[in-house]
């Protein structure tokens, strides 16, 4: 833990990307007290709305340091990664809280939760879920590129080509524990069959 809040303290990207973070919690929470504790529906959905924006923020630090003659360093992967996976499921954490807070303290209908493991509903859940996992990896490595692009030096691009072959590697693994598993493992009947 104490080198994590070193690097932290001591790498302004690595700062960034936590206060990204702990942003868009802050900027989540904010938006779900203004919609059920104020009832002022308005101000929450600009909350919620205004998350990506810590995103391009992000992307904009992220160039810049890249652009005054930095050399990539995992810090810069990871941001591009927080950023990938950041849009690809963003909305859908915010759906998710959303449903469980307006259940708990809204009386609102219990959370939809997934089709249990064997279940025929199941398959088609865990390719969309890896689908996202998919737009992620791509918006990721498709901003490392446009970085690498944008650095033009090879010698200080290393990084990035690095965590392109991390963010695929756990896009291949996820392929195979999730929606290919779900696939080809049988299936619970169900029910109403006989």
């Keep these: 833990m104490e080198g994590i809040l070193d690097q932290i303290r001591t790498n302004p990207l690595a700062a960034m990307i936590a ?107 865990e390719w969309r879920e890896w689908g996202k996992c998919l737009l992620a990896w791509a918006i990721a490595c498709t901003v490392m590129l446009l970085l690498v692009f944008v650095v033009g030096s090879p010698g200080r691009t290393e990084q990035l080509w690095t965590w392109m072959g991390r963010l695929t590697t756990v896009l291949l693994i996820w392929l195979a524990v999730g929606p290919l598993w779900a696939t080809f493992t049988p299936r619970r009947a169900s029910s109403g069959q006989s």
């Design 19 to 125: 206060a990204c973070e702990v942003g868009f919690w802050v900027l989540l929470a904010a938006g779900l007290a203004a919609r059920y504790l104020l009832r002022l529906r308005r101000v929450s959905n600009v909350l919620l709305i205004s998350t990506p924006l810590l995103d391009l923020a992000l992307l904009i630090v992220t160039v810049f340091d890249l652009g005054r003659g930095s050399t990539a360093t995992a810090a810069h992967g990871l941001g591009a990664a927080y950023l990938g996976f950041s849009i690809a499921f963003g909305h859908s954490t915010i759906r998710w809280v959303d449903q469980r807070v307006n259940h708990r303290f809204a009386g609102g209908p219990p959370p939809v939760k997934p089709p249990p493991s064997g279940d025929p509903g199941r398959v088609p859940y």
